[in-house]
């Protein structure tokens, strides 16, 4: 068949995705797109004040984001029965305009996304007939209180992610009752500068804490003692100066930590007594040196990001050799590095990814990058010196190695004057030169 008759067939059947049946409950709401052949409804950005009542009711995923919605009337949902995800993010929703019954039909719902909003006051009732919900996102509200048990009927979630922000009143330990979540993502302010001692008592399940920007000054020892099951914990953008040294002693199955961007001045002894660590992330914060001894005990490390350390100007021959197991190493960021120990990657033959983007190296041995592991690099934005000690580096980069370079065309020369902005890769061999001699 020829495709001129094949072209008002293919018509039809876009017409029929993209159109629903007007009549009865299966119609489509007005500015919406709905699609016959799966169950979506998107009235995304569409100004809507108000949620339609005329809802297909075989819809599983249904997306009002980003439009003018002030509440959520009662049992507008009644029928919903089939509705898997919901998301509400970026209206003017507030705690008075949800009741008991706003969400009364949505025995099925497993995601509710709620972020962005008016909401100040998280009530115990908003969420009473959700009890198969599984992720919550109250990210980007100015939530001020949480009522006791305010998660109650929430007895399968599993994730939630919350802002908030009362430098006055502490977050009450019964807000977090929630024996089945596993990933738990918390920011905002709080006062006193510390986490509430037995907020997260109940969270037996949890494996992910996230802690982002609430200016923390300091952890009680028994934060995280009943979170036996607990993988990764992380308390970036905080003023942490230190830890207890015995924070993680009920924690033999965690795998991850990350303090990037606080105040240490060194690797705390905390995390140094996790021995079965293999993630660690600890860019950002004003260490004065890192030498061999900061990673004593981390003998299993598998991932070190320590990007943007003011005090790392070298990385000597030995600084590597408590963490024979490395594999992803992150030195991005650090504006005064400019040496690497020609020997240094000698004691990590495991490492399969190196970034030094954005460092201050003017040359590099050729050893950095002959480990047997090794497959991905990125070395850009440093002040490159197209000197004979280079001229490796851009047979290296124009070759068919199995190492893969990032980013090649932000490796440039930096000096001599006369090749500098010039792309490394594209400087001719005959261009390299010592004291004015040709290499």
Not at 106 to 134: C, E
Request: glycine share 6%.
């Amino acid at each position: 068949m020829r495709l001129g008759t094949r072209l008002p067939t293919v018509l039809l059947l876009v017409s029929a995705v993209l159109c629903q049946d007007k009549a009865g409950p299966h119609r489509c709401p007005p500015r919406c797109l709905c699609y016959k052949f799966l169950p979506h409804v998107s009235c995304r950005r569409k100004n809507i004040r108000e949620i339609s009542p005329h809802l297909p009711q075989s819809t599983k995923q249904l997306d009002y984001s980003n439009n003018n919605i002030k509440s959520v009337p009662d049992f507008i949902f009644s029928k919903m029965d089939r509705l898997e995800e919901l998301n509400l993010n970026k209206n003017m929703l507030t705690e008075g305009g949800i009741t008991q019954f706003s969400f009364l039909g949505l025995y099925n719902l497993g995601k509710l996304y709620l972020a962005n909003n008016d909401f100040g006051v998280i009530s115990r009732s908003m969420f009473q007939h959700l009890s198969r919900l599984k992720y919550l996102d109250l990210a980007g509200n100015r939530i001020y209180s949480v009522e006791l048990d305010a998660f109650y009927y929430l007895r399968n979630l599993q994730s939630l992610v919350m802002k908030y922000d009362n430098p006055r009143a502490p977050l009450p330990s019964s807000a977090l009752h929630i024996t089945t979540l596993r990933l738990l993502r918390l920011y905002g302010r709080m006062p006193q500068k510390t986490v509430p001692r037995g907020l997260f008592a109940y969270l037996y399940n949890v494996e992910y804490i996230e802690l982002f920007d609430m200016s923390i000054r300091r952890v009680d020892r028994d934060l995280i003692y009943g979170s036996q099951k607990l993988w990764g914990i992380s308390m970036d953008m905080n003023k942490l100066r230190d830890l207890p040294e015995d924070l993680f002693r009920y924690n033999k199955n965690l795998k991850s930590i990350s303090l990037s961007f606080n105040r240490f001045r060194d690797i705390p002894m905390a995390v140094k007594r996790v021995t079965w660590l293999e993630n660690l992330y600890f860019n950002g914060n004003p260490v004065r040196m890192l030498t061999p001894q900061s990673f004593e005990g981390l003998g299993e490390l598998k991932l070190l990001h320590i990007g943007a350390i003011p005090g790392l100007v070298t990385i000597s021959r030995t600084f590597f050799l408590n963490v024979p197991n490395l594999e992803f190493l992150s030195l991005s960021g650090n504006r005064r590095l400019s040496k690497i120990h020609q020997d240094a990657m000698l004691y990590v033959p495991k490492l399969k990814m190196l970034s030094m983007d954005r460092c201050n190296l003017t040359s590099l041995d050729k050893s950095t990058l002959s480990g047997g592991y090794l497959r991905v690099v990125s070395m850009e934005n440093n002040p490159w010196s197209c000197d004979c000690g280079l001229k490796w580096l851009t047979e290296f980069l124009t070759g068919e190695e199995k190492v893969r370079v990032t980013s090649k065309e932000d490796i440039t020369c930096s000096k001599p004057k006369r090749l500098a902005g010039m792309k490394l890769e594209q400087v001719p061999p005959n261009e390299f030169i010592v004291a004015e001699s040709r290499c």
